[in-house]
């Protein structure tokens, strides 16, 4: 990705929602796809999306525990985790009230602002919204 300001020499650090992970079990090539291109370019999660993501190993997916595990590890070896602390959760509280989010939207995107991401690509997000002039929202499933 081409950062923000338009210079090729220098990349944004990008944010992945937990529906990127989640769509890498998706029976959805195209989808399983984009999220596989994502998810190996090394993007920061949050352990919200890590959580989340057992939960859509284990619910939707209807894996066991231990491939749930493998997979939960596998995720978090990838990618950048930052952990969702009480800063995290005053942030998303401020964020909820000012853009009238869900509260656990906000908690996504309070974690990538303080991880300092200048993209947060999710599905579940206003595509092209940008969040305190410096946080982007970008559906990559979307055409």
Same mark, same amino acid.
């Given at each position: ?5 338009g210079?090729?020499?220098?990349? $944004?650090?990008?944010f992945? $929602?937990?529906n990127?992970? #989640?769509?890498?079990?998706?029976? $959805?090539?195209?989808?399983? #796809?984009?999220?596989?291109? !994502? /998810? ?5 999660? *949050? ?6 993501? /057992?939960n859509?190993?284990?619910k ?9 595990? !493998?997979?939960?590890e ?10 969702? $602390?009480?800063?995290?959760? *005053? ?14 939207? *906000?908690? /996504?995107?309070?974690?990538a !602002?303080?991880a ?11 595509s #092209?919204?940008v ?6 929202? /970008?559906?990559?499933?979307? *055409?």
């Open positions: 990705m081409v950062s923000s300001t210079m090729n020499c220098m990349i $944004d650090k990008v992945a $929602d937990t990127i992970a #989640g769509y890498l079990l998706s029976s $959805d090539s195209v989808k399983r #796809g984009i999220a596989k291109t !994502l /998810i190996t370019a090394h993007p920061v999660i *949050s352990t919200q999306v890590v959580n989340e993501f /057992i859509v190993c284990l939707k997916a209807h894996l066991n525990l231990m491939q749930t595990h !493998l997979l939960a596998s995720l978090m070896t990838v990618c950048r985790v930052v952990a969702v $602390d009480s800063h995290t959760v *005053s942030h998303a509280m401020q964020l909820s009230q000012r853009y009238q989010l869900l509260h656990w939207d *906000s908690l /996504i995107i309070a974690a !602002l303080q300092n991401c200048a993209v947060l690509y999710s599905e579940d997000l206003q #092209g919204m969040i305190d002039q410096r946080l982007t929202i /970008i559906n990559p499933f979307s *055409s």
